[in-house]
T-cell receptor, first 114, second 115 residues
Framework: DGGITQSPKYLFRKEGQNVTLSCEQN?????MYWYRQDPGQGLRLIYY???????QKGDIAEGYSVSREKKESFPLTVTSAQKNPTAFYLC?????????????FGPGTRLTVL | SQQGEEDPQALSIQEGENATMNCSYK?????LQWYRQNSGRGLVHLIL?????REKHSGRLRVTLDTSKKSSSLLITASRAADTASYFC???????????????FGTGTRLTIIP
């Protein structure tokens, strides 16, 4: 089956710890995205990558870091510098260079800081 | 920053009724998409309307776009309990090249269908 997987589904972090959220896709998409969603809110873009070894900051990149060493993978690290990391994190991917940017989403990771 | 704002924030209707939700945006767009999110899940693409289109249909979905008012509406006809979800609009800014391809999502409408 083609799709996007995120792991883990639930993640608990102690204050001061860095954690890494996994996102993998087998859709052969060039572009990948990380969003944060707070309760009852829309999606805010953290980072996005349009090609391997390249990525750009989104609207709320502070306290987060990413890498794009492989086309299929776009891990997100939530660092201790992120002051309020408890949220639902969504990864998405899309085909680059089309007239429209239809994004395909993973199931999400819910991060809770204890 | 959030460009899209959905209205209403929450909507509850009886099964079988039609549901209408609206989206407003602030800057010029290339196209507008609607996505659905079931509770605690990822988003799923529903329908896309281009900036030069005024109306589009897909099954029980009808989308309109008024670029002069910078607004769009999503109509779900003959609603079902399974339509209970949050609905988001997403806009794609005009671009002269293939760079900077990203969507801006609205705040969402939470739709509840009462059986």
């Amino acid at each position: 089956d083609g799709g996007i997987t995120q792991s883990p589904k639930y993640l608990f972090r102690k204050e001061g710890q860095n954690v890494t959220l996994s996102c993998e896709q087998n859709l052969n998409h060039d572009a990948m995205y990380w969003y944060r969603q707070d309760p009852g809110q829309g999606l805010r873009l953290i980072y996005y990558s349009q090609i391997v070894n390249d990525f750009q900051k989104g609207d709320i990149a502070e306290g987060y870091s990413v890498s794009r060493e492989k086309k299929e993978s776009f891990p997100l690290t939530v660092t201790s510098a992120q002051k309020n990391p408890t949220a639902f994190y969504l990864c998405a991917s899309s085909i680059r260079g089309r007239e429209y940017n239809e994004q395909f989403f993973g199931p999400g990771t819910r991060l809770t800081v204890l | 920053s959030q460009q899209g704002e959905e209205d209403p924030q929450a909507l509850s209707i009886q099964e079988g009724e039609n549901a209408t939700m609206n989206c407003s945006y602030k800057t010029s767009i290339n196209n507008l998409q609607w996505y659905r999110q079931n509770s605690g899940r990822g988003l799923v693409h529903l329908i896309l309307i281009r900036s030069n289109e005024r109306e589009k249909h897909s099954g029980r979905l009808r989308v309109t776009l008024d670029t002069s008012k910078k607004s769009s509406s999503l109509l779900i006809t003959a609603s079902r309990a399974a339509d209970t979800a949050s609905y988001f609009c997403a806009t794609d800014a005009p671009r002269s090249n293939f760079g900077n391809e990203k969507l801006t999502f609205g705040t969402g409408t939470r739709l509840t269908i009462i059986p």
